[in-house]
């Protein structure tokens, strides 16, 4: 998910621009207190990206990283072809091996990317782990390690699978935390249940085996996504909520021990307002960057392992948002160094399977590293590298907080005018800078959500309508953007309504009364970001159909303001 902090905010402009909430002093602090140390190399970048400098128009400042491009001049497709190019058509399974919870409400400190009940109405925590450590105070070990067994068995059902595919899913994008890679304390393999250093449930890895003999025996494909690192982002539930993103600083700079909570997490009365852990720093893992390099090696030598009935992993992401909207080419330059780690490691072990590189926007300096390191890829035969672009429509409007009516709520012309040219905050857009680049790109995630998850009534004909225009124009854009390798609705299914925990009558959790993976509670405010949700109420049709002409029948087609006459 996007955001943005306090530092790094552009001003808005027409509907610009998200208007984030007040985020703790921890989020727009911590860069300065972990931009002293810096590699050779690092501040070298560093020098690159002082002499390029950074796109400003008019009154609004782009996103550290965007860069503004006039959306009628043309481009030059002149791309050359991956190794096993084809265009993926997906759908991630959000929330499976990976929870994203959110608290049950908003407090004056919350950070905008803090939404309740997302992505689960019957549960609430600041994070999974926060989740996890609940139930083993109130309930013991054996109940919480259940709770997610249930989690993990039945929250994705075959059924749903099948409707995915009924859908034209071809790919299916499968999120994992670091931790899956974990051994339990006091075990011999990840493969056992139990908690890992951090006090995860491990075992998941179970669950991703029989994942892949499941979609492959459906013939669908998996993009392996390792969408968590140890404090991935600076207060955003990711697995965590820490309050700096102790995997991507500079080397020397987030030692194993300790990581601070962010501050909103650090709920009153909370004693210890910092995530413990019984990991011990060792030779080849003193750091938290180097907990997710060898979670990133561990697992691609997992891949490399399956069983012929289980190789149907075509792409390996090597992190997701990393340092969710960075303010300092400082933080670019540790992430790039992250990454050059990460390559190497996975390329131990996959040599030949496309690799994904996830940042938040294309900046020069990270153009420049995908074209060297993709050089140098293809130099060894590797399989290609590819950018991974998140494009939604959510939050560029102004606002308080999601839930919250918008300031300047984008209509549906302009809604529609910016998803047929890609277009973001600032007028930005970011495939296009993929594409002058000559770099192939994922649309990893988008959705029909708008103006802060502005509430839509999918039984009401005119919004179906609406929402069926924006998805299909969704689709016909990507498809005819030949840089674009393939795009993932998030997600397959929201929790609304699903509860894995054990309770008598309920020993492998439940699906309260008249819900299900298609159907939500009457209220519940996140119903357009469910595939199967969408395809119930007549207006998700199939990924795989070039829809074309749809872009076509928009109002307004130009650049921003083109809506407003």
Known sequence: MLGFTDTDEPAAVDYGLLHSATRPAATSSFLHTHVRKLTAGALAMLAMLAMVGYVSSGSARAPLGAVLLDPSSPLEHDLKPLPHSVQWHGVSLGGWLLMEINPGARTSTSPLDLRPKWMFDQLEAQSE????????????????????????????????????????????????????MDVPVGGSSPLEYGFSPEGFVTGGLNHLGDMLKRLKARGMDVLLDIHAMPCNSACVSNGLNCAAPLAFMAAGDAPIGPMAKCASGATTGDANPKYETLRVPRP????????????????????????EEAQNIVCFQLANEPALGPSSPAVYA??????????????????????????MGPSPAVTRFMTSA???????????????????????????????????????DEIHRRACQLEAEGAAHDVDV???????????????????DAPMDLANEETRQQLIQLYREQIETFRGQPEVRGAFFWTLRMGSGWDPRPFSEHPNGQQVSGTSAWKSLAAYPFKVWSLLELKANGIASRLDLPYVGTCAQNKCKGAVGTCDA
């Open 129 to 180: 782990l926060d989740f996890v450590t609940a139930l083993r105070h109130e309930h013991g070990d054996a109940y919480t390690i259940a709770t997610m067994k249930n989690h993990w068995t039945h929250y994705i059902s075959d059924a749903a699978l099948d409707d995915a595919k009924s859908l034209g899913v071809d790919t299916v994008r499968v999120p994992v935390g670091y931790w899956i």
């Open 284 to 307: 080849g893992e003193r750091t938290w960057g180097d907990v997710g390099i060898n979670t990133v090696e561990a697992l691609a030598k997992w891949v490399a392992a399956q069983p």
């Open 334 to 359: 540790a992430i790039l160094a992250f990454y050059q780690r990460a390559i190497a490691a996975a390329r131990k072990h996959l040599p030949t399977t496309p690799l994904v590189l996830s940042f």
């Open 374 to 412: 993709g050089e140098v890829d293809e130099a060894a035969g590797g399989g290609g590298l590819l950018g991974d672009h998140h494009y939604y429509l959510n939050w560029q409007a102004l606002g308080v907080g999601p839930g919250v009516p918008a300031a300047n709520a984008m209509p549906w």
């Open 434 to 452: 993929y594409a002058r680049a000559k770099l192939h790109v994922i649309v990893g995630e988008w959705s029909l959500a708008t103006n802060l």
